[in-house]
């Protein structure tokens, strides 16, 4: 496709469920990035993957998240066990990892509310 | 420590005017690049404008320039003519070199409202 697709665009789940929430970056994009936007707040980075090894997990917010990536291609973000403040906007950014500018373009975001 | 600062929550500018929205950053590394994404009522996320740390000009692209102080450590972005399509949240960022040459770190973020 033509730019980072998200899915779902929505999600509601009830406090201790799980979710899944997945990626397709931009086609020929190496790198893959996970953010999360609380509301009224900037974004946080969670996790990138160079191809499907995720370097830096360091963002992660607790051993509830967990990514995966397939080759360089779709990334699904997990959260087991859902809590009320891990409701937020989670985005999704692709880029090629070249030197330089190296611009991180991102997708439309999954919106999830826990109940 | 806070690594970009944007000290302006919400703005409002007329219609055609230019408009500033501040950003301070903080980084010891020599080698570093700032971004600017605009976040429209419809959340994404959209790239504007880069600026080097060793770019010797300022980046312009458009009605965006960006007004790149680098011993003041501020990257101020300035929209010119302004457009109702203006209208959303402004995003500052950086990418700091070395290992971490990957992560963006955001401010806040600056809302703009332009008025007719």
């Known amino acids: 496709g033509a730019g980072v697709s998200q899915s779902p665009s929505n999600k509601v789940t009830e406090k201790g469920k799980d979710v899944e929430l997945r990626c397709d970056p931009i086609s020929g994009h190496t790198a893959l990035y996970w953010y999360r936007q609380r509301l009224g707040q900037g974004l946080e980075f969670l996790i990138y993957f160079q191809g499907n090894s995720a370097p830096d997990k360091s963002g992660l917010p607790s051993d509830r998240f967990s990514a995966e990536r397939t080759g360089e291609s779709v990334s699904t973000l997990t959260i087991q066990r859902t809590q009320q403040e891990d409701s937020a906007v989670y985005l999704c950014?692709?880029?090629?990892?070249?030197?330089?500018?190296?611009?991180?373009?991102f997708g439309p975001g999954t919106r999830l509310t826990v109940l | 420590a806070q690594k970009i600062t944007q000290t302006q929550p919400g703005m409002f500018v007329q219609e055609k005017e230019a408009v500033t929205l501040d950003c301070t950053y903080d980084t010891s590394d020599p080698s570093y690049g700032l971004f600017w994404y605009k976040q429209p009522s419809s959340g994404e996320m959209i790239f504007l404008i880069y600026q080097g740390s060793y770019d010797q000009q300022n980046a312009t692209e458009g009605r965006y320039s960006l007004n790149f102080q680098k011993a003041r450590k501020s990257a101020n972005l300035v929209i010119s003519a302004s457009q109702l399509g203006d209208s959303a949240m402004y995003f500052c960022?950086?990418?700091?070199?070395?290992?971490?040459?990957?992560?963006?770190?955001f401010g806040a973020g600056t809302t703009v409202t332009v008025r007719a």
């Open positions: 960022a950086m990418r700091e070199g070395g290992s971490n040459d990957y992560k963006l770190s």
């Open positions: 950014a692709s880029s090629l990892r070249l030197a330089g500018s190296d611009t991180q373009y």
